[in-house]
């Protein structure tokens, strides 16, 4: 499987921004594809993942009420919608597919990088206060 991100940009608190995520390739082994962000000098952060079916979703703490993520899988696409930024999110966003899909069933197989396979480059978004 092949991501590439994009959408990032630089915006002030409080606007909203859609990242995209390209996918291609075996796309149909990517049962679950999450979002993860990645600060300078900081490690790669969870933010967001969904299943296959688009049916179930998981949010960092950080982030419920203000992304939401979706999938349209007749495009082979993944979406982040952020809403209401804050300069504490900005990283480089990454989009990441899994493709053991008995990772969703525990908190560590959704959030933790370790469990994804196929990454993509990142897009760079700032959030300026």
Do not use: H
């Amino acid at each position: 499987v092949q991501l590439q991100a994009s959408g990032g940009g630089f915006v002030r608190a409080g606007d909203s921004l859609r990242l995209s995520c390209a996918a291609s390739g075996r796309t149909s082994s990517a049962y679950v594809m999450g979002w993860f962000r990645q600060a300078p000098g900081k490690e790669r952060d969870f933010v967001a993942a969904v299943t296959w079916s688009g049916g179930s979703t998981n949010y960092a703490d950080s982030v419920k009420g203000r992304f939401i993520i979706s999938r349209d899988n007749a495009k082979n696409m993944v979406y982040l919608q952020m809403i209401s930024l804050k300069p504490e999110d900005t990283a480089v966003y990454y989009c990441a597919a899994g493709s053991n899909i008995r990772m969703w069933f525990s908190d560590r197989g959704k959030t933790s990088p370790d469990e994804y396979a196929y990454w993509g480059q990142g897009t760079l978004v700032t959030v300026s206060s």
